[in-house]
C-alpha cells in the first residue's frame, strides 16, 4: 500500500507542471485526496483536495486559478495541473489520503484527516 508522486522539477516562473500522485493497493476513488507543500522554513500548506467519491474539489486562496485537481480512477492516480507558477510556489509537494468524510469541502481541508502520504516530489519555480 502506498503512494507515488512524480512529476516535479525545475521550471521557470509562468511555466507548468502536473504532478501524479499514483496508488497501489487501495483505490484513490474511495478516500479524499489531499495536495500538500512546504517549503523549508515554513509550515506545511495544504493547497487543494479532491473529495472521495466525486470531483469536488478545493483550492487554497494561493493556489486558486492556477492549479486544478483531477482524478483518473481507470489510472487509480490524481493529478494536480499546475500553470502560471511562482517562485514562491516552490516547495515539496505530497499527496495524502484521508478516509471517508467531511475532510475536504469546496471551502477547507481538513489537515489532521490527511495520515497516509507520499514521499513527495520537488517542485522549484526560479528563472
Known amino acids: 500500500v502506498q503512494l507515488v508522486e512524480s512529476g516535479g522539477g525545475l521550471v521557470h516562473p509562468g511555466g507548468s507542471l502536473r504532478l501524479s500522485c499514483a496508488a497501489s493497493g487501495f483505490r484513490l476513488y474511495n478516500y479524499n485526496i489531499g495536495w500538500f507543500r512546504q517549503a523549508p522554513g515554513k509550515e506545511r500548506e495544504g493547497i487543494s483536495c479532491?473529495?472521495?467519491?466525486?470531483?469536488?474539489?478545493y483550492y487554497s486562496d494561493s493556489v486558486k486559478d492556477r492549479f486544478a485537481a483531477s482524478r483518473d480512477n481507470a489510472k487509480n492516480t490524481v493529478f494536480l495541473q499546475m500553470s502560471s507558477l511562482k517562485p514562491e510556489d516552490t516547495a515539496l509537494y505530497y499527496c495524502?489520503?484521508?478516509?471517508?468524510?467531511?475532510?475536504?469541502?469546496?471551502?477547507?481541508?481538513?489537515?489532521?484527516?490527511?495520515?497516509?502520504r507520499g514521499q513527495g516530489t520537488q517542485v522549484t519555480v526560479s528563472s
Open positions: 479532491i473529495r472521495q467519491s466525486s470531483d469536488a474539489t
Open positions: 495524502a489520503t484521508a478516509p471517508p468524510g467531511p475532510y475536504c469541502s469546496e471551502t477547507d481541508i481538513f489537515y489532521n484527516a490527511y495520515d497516509f
